[in-house]
């Protein structure tokens, strides 16, 4: 079994940037898809960018040429940098491993879940 705990949330005014930081208690999923959901109050958890052992990415249109997924395995770190943000991308940012071998952004394709980190952009 894996931990994993996110970090980097905050309050920032639209059009600011934020970098999240999800980090594993192992190593063993260096080769599993990992990738950032969010969840806004009354609304479902969706998927927002994902990058598998080969390091291809996917993410959510919403967000395509705004946010950036990276990982460093050697620090068992998964990165969200977000730039250009808005109101819309207000919400609770959970990071989740254990996924299939592509990048996924289907939540009942991964098997762990970190605690999560609030994300709210607000002026």
């Known amino acids: 079994e894996v931990q994993l705990v996110e970090s980097g949330g905050g309050l920032v005014q639209p059009g600011g940037s934020l970098r999240l930081s999800c980090t594993a208690s192992?190593?063993?999923?260096?080769?599993?898809?990992m990738a950032w959901f969010r969840q806004a109050p009354g609304k479902e958890r969706e998927g927002v960018a994902s990058?598998?052992?080969?390091?291809?990415?996917n993410y959510a249109d919403s967000v395509r040429g705004r946010f950036t997924i990276s990982r460093d395995n050697a620090k068992n770190t998964l990165y969200l940098q977000m730039n250009n943000l808005q109101p819309e991308d207000t919400g609770m940012y959970y990071c989740?491993?254990?996924?299939?071998?592509?990048?996924?952004?289907?939540?009942?394709?991964?098997?762990?879940w970190g605690q999560g980190t609030q994300v709210t952009v607000s002026s």
């Open positions: 192992t190593t063993d999923y260096s080769t599993y898809c």
């Open positions: 989740a491993t254990g996924g299939p071998w592509y990048p996924s952004l289907a939540s009942e394709e991964f098997t762990y």
């Open positions: 990058i598998d052992g080969k390091l291809d990415t």
